[in-house]
Structures are given as structure tokens and as C-alpha cells.
């Protein structure tokens, strides 16, 4: 007669919930940056020509067409 076995428990990687949340958050204002540099126009950036031209001047930079 088999032995009956008991199910053992699987091993899972512990993800802080910090540490996610930093990642996330990371990854959210590299995206809002590169939308502002690449795609933004002048249309988020309304505090003046200030921002404006370095926003100009880091598509540029970056090789994005602007012209």
C-alpha cells in the first residue's frame, strides 16, 4: 500500500511592496519624461520658453525630428 504524501509548499520569491512601488514609480516618470522630450510640442509645457527650448534642445540631443 503507497504512503500518502503531503503536499509541500512551492518557494516563492518575496517582492516587497515598496520596492515595486519605487519601480513603478520609476518607470512612470521616465515615460512622462520621454514623452515631454519626444513627443510634448509645447503642448504640457506651457510655463514659459524656458522649458520649451530645453525640451527643443534635448530632441536634439536625442536624435528625435522636431523640425
Do not use: N, W
Not at 1 to 28: E, F, H, Y
Not at 49 to 55: A, D, G, R, V
Amino acid at each position: 500500500m503507497p504512503k500518502a504524501t503531503t503536499a509541500q509548499p512551492i518557494a516563492v520569491p518575496a517582492v516587497s511592496p515598496r520596492l515595486l512601488g519605487a519601480a513603478a514609480g520609476t518607470v512612470g516618470v521616465l515615460l512622462l519624461l520621454a514623452y515631454l522630450v519626444a513627443f510634448d510640442q509645447g503642448a504640457l509645457s506651457h510655463s514659459g520658453m524656458y522649458l520649451h527650448e530645453l525640451m527643443h534642445d534635448g530632441r536634439h540631443l536625442l536624435g528625435v525630428p522636431c523640425h
